[in-house]
Every structure is written in structure tokens, then in C-alpha cells.
């Protein structure tokens, strides 16, 4: 019995090394990371001190989670997995259900908490759309566990594993590649910035750029809620805070406009410090802020924008 | 061809409150999770170039039928419905198997589409487990799909970059909440969705024990605590200060 390890994306991997660790410090198993196609990220697993297995086959497709999916499958048999750690990001998410049910196992993804009792893996993750937070077990015995990206530390650097060959077949995938591209331009990392200042519809498309100018000064990054990108289109996806956005935990929020549901809190609800400006004061918004302002956000944000250099 | 999409019926979340930390769900409707409604419009409209059929297939209790007829007025054009009491806030190999097995019931698939997650769980797990039940090739979180012919042209959209990919039907899809506006129905086509074909199918037609498939024990499920200050702010003089005693302003 072992516990496996594997994202395509080397820094939640390391995230995954801690919590593999956790688990094993508690039921005592060993753990095996997987790279797939990716030598540089082998090396670098096993800087971390991890046993690790590259597998180097140009027919696993990594654009086909069923490709993917079918050679974690074969590892996990032949590495005695019975816990396999994904990351919970796109990429992650969609190859934890396949996974599972290759493995006739039970699931649980967007975990962002663990804790090992009574030999049992405990995990907490949001449900009903981030209104509650559950903890759930896997009582079946082959377990697909997705982390949250940023919910565990990345491992340190430990006595050097050693990096393995692995060998598993694959049959041809019908997915063909076109083309890939990085997202152009405007891709930021919200979910690093430690203080976010987050623009809501109660806000006029004018004002973006006080509030942006409020962020700057402060050293921190934009953001905004689901419908000022996806509705308004103010604002790229990829400052969506939110179930469907990024879960951030800064240091600081700024929270301007947003009424405040739920969908739109479980993304920043775990922030140190809430400030929420809104001018309905029964937004729920402030009820969730250490601070709260019942203000015009026309008049306040060229005045804040002005006091701070 | 048909076009099925898979739709789950959760609880109204803007009206479930939350009483000593526990969701009340007294009184609550049953609607359609955000993100399918995405992957009914992305069926309709794919149906529109290539004169499909759309079939929405959903499993839950008597409710559904109902909740379903939002589906069927947005352009769908028959539903197939599994129906048991015992259908209700499943876990996601549960939810997979019943849809995977409704959906074998139907002939000539050539797309099958989900929501990249449900409103209420959002696992994101079951149209990957309906693509491994029915041995099919899957792409998720897609922001565009192009039909042509039994080839399909559709760009994945992950965090940091996009892929554009080609499949051969039957494939099994994921969309992503941003890929579409879903329309509004209009007054005649709600009234037309009542008489839309429903194909009722009984927990008992479907070959499936779900007594042994259950593999998650929830221990807790209760709303986070608000520890929250609420310190009421009135000027930005107020609100600077604040800033600066936690240390926010002037900590070069």
C-alpha cells in the first residue's frame, strides 16, 4: 500500500509532497511521485526527497485525460497505490473523475484541508455552492483525493530521492493536439497577490480604474467578481475571485460593490483581513468584513484613490 | 444524431438559509445548476447548425419533472428522466452511474455535454466518470466547440494557457461557465415545453445496485463561523487609519 502523487504542474506537486507526508507521517505508507513525459520535473520531485517515477512515453497524450487517466491506472497497480493525490486544477479535476472510476474508487476533489484520524484520511471541501464546508471520508479502498491549488505548502527540500523509469504502455489517442497557446496578455496570479482590491457590479465601469489605481498604491493586484468578467466583460477571467474563480486568501480584501453571495464569498471568505464598501447597507457583504462602510462608491473612490500615495 | 446533455436538479442555493450553522432546505424549489444551463445552450446551439436532436437527461425525484421543463422550453428537444425518491444529493459515482446508464438507452450519441460542475457539489466529476463508464474520449472545460460533419474542433481553456483540439464523434464534453449567454425562453416556448416528449425511466429498468456503490461518508457539512470584526467604517479618514493600524499603509 502506497500513496501516489502527480500533476503536470510541478508546484502543486510539491503542495501534494506535504500532504502525502501528512497522511504518511499518520498511517505510515510510502510515497511514490509520478511524472509523466517530464524529466526536468522528475529531477526536480526528487530534489524534494520523494521517490520518484518518470515515465517516458510520447503515446500518452496529455490533451486526453483518458490517455492520462489509463497510465496512472497502470502505475497505481504496479506501485501498489491505493491513496492517488491529483491537483485540483482544471487539468486535475477532470483526470480525478476518470481516474476514479478506472480505479473503482471514490473521489473527492477542491479538497483544501486534510487531517488523518483513527487511520481514517479526513478531507474539508465547500459543498452547496460554497455555503457549506464539509468533511467527507473515502471508505472505499483506492482513494482519488484532488488538492486545492495553494491549500498546502509546497514541500522543502529534503535528503535527495531517487528518480525511477517506469515503464507503461499506451494505445493510440484520439485526441489530436492543434495547437497550444498561453493566454494572451493580461494573465495575473491573484491567487499569489497579498492584497486584492475586488471591483463587484455595484460599481460603475469608470471607477475600474480608481480602484485599480487603489490597488497599485497599495501593492496590490485587482480582482473582481464572477459577473464584472464573465457579464460585463470589465475585467479578464482570470481575476474571477469566486466557486468558479480563484479562492484567494490575502492578507487584505478590499471588497467594493459586491453584494456578497455565497459563490462569490467561498473565494475570499479565508482572507485575513475583510474591508467591504457598499452602498446598500444590507448587503451581506458587511456582515462578512472587519470592515464595513456604508458609503457611495462614487464619492469614496476618488477620495481614497487621492489620500493614498 | 443526438445531442445529450446531462443536467442535474439542485436546490434553489439563493434560497437556502442557514439556521445554528445548518442549511435549511425547507421550502427551497428545485432548479437547474448555473453551468448546465451553459451546456444546454452550447447544445442548442450546436443543434442549430447541424439538425440534431437534443436530448436532456437528468436523475432525481419526482421533482425533475418539473424542474426539467426549464430545459425542454430553452430548446431541448425531449427529455430523458431517471425518477426515484432515492435520487436525491447522490455522490458523484452515484450520479454517473445512473446518468451512464439512461444515456445507453439512447441511440446514435454523438456529443455528450456537461456543465464543468454542478451548482451545488461542484465535483466536476461526472461527466469524466460517464466518459470512462461508456468508454468514450472526453474533453473538459471548453470555451468553444465547431461541429463539422462526425469531426470536432474544441479549445480547451486551462488556468495559464488554451488548447485547440480535434476529436471524432461520439466525445464526451465539459463546458466552462463563460462559453455562452444562455437565452432566455420565450412565453410560447415555455408553454410548448409541457408537451415535449419524456421518456420516464424507473430506477428498476436500470441495471444498477446502488446500494454498493456508495464510497463517501459525509461526517459534517455546516457553514463556516464569522469571526469577522464588523467594525463599522463612516469616512475614509476612518477607513485609512484602519489601514494603517493593521499595518496595510506605510509598511515599507
Redesign the interface.
Known sequence: MAIMIYSEKNGLALEMLTAARLIAANIGTDINALCINNDIQAEELAAAGVRTYSIMNNAINLADTASVAGALQNAAGQLDASIVLLASNRRGKELAGRLAQKLDAGCLTDVNGLQVINGKVQCTRNTLGGATIATQQIDSGRQVIALAPRSFAAAALQERGIVQELGIESGPSPIKLIASRNKAGDVVDIEAADILVIVGQGMEKADVVLAEGIASKLGGELACSKPVATDKKWLGEDRIVGLSGKKCKPQLAIILGVSGQVQFTVGIRDAHTIVAINNDENAYILQMADYAMVADLKEILPELNEVLR | MNIVVAVKQI?D??Q?R?RN?Q?VFEGVPFTLGL?DKNALEAGVQLKEVSGANLIVVSAGNEEVEETIKEALAAGADEAYLVIDDKLTDL???IS?SVLAAAIRKIDDVGLLLFG??S???????????V???LGL?????VSQIELDGTVV?IT?????????????LPLVI?VL??IN?PRIPSVTQILKAGRKPKEIIELNDLDIDLSGL???????????E?D???????T??E??S??QA?G??GRQ
Open positions: 436546490p442555493l439563493q437556502v442557514i450553522r442549511p453551468i455522490e458523484s459515482s454517473a464543468e460542475g451548482g451545488d457539489n461542484y465535483s466536476g466529476q461526472v461527466s469524466s466518470r466518459a470512462e463508464l474520449p472526453q474533453v473538459g472545460y474542433r480547451r481553456s486551462l488556468e495559464d494557457s488554451e488548447e485547440v483540439l480535434e476529436a471524432q465539459s461557465g463563460d449567454e456508495k464510497k463517501i461518508t459525509t461526517l459534517s457539512s455546516l457553514a463556516p464569522n469577522r470584526k464588523r467594525a463599522a467604517v463612516r475614509v479618514t477607513l485609512v484602519a489601514l493593521e496595510f499603509i
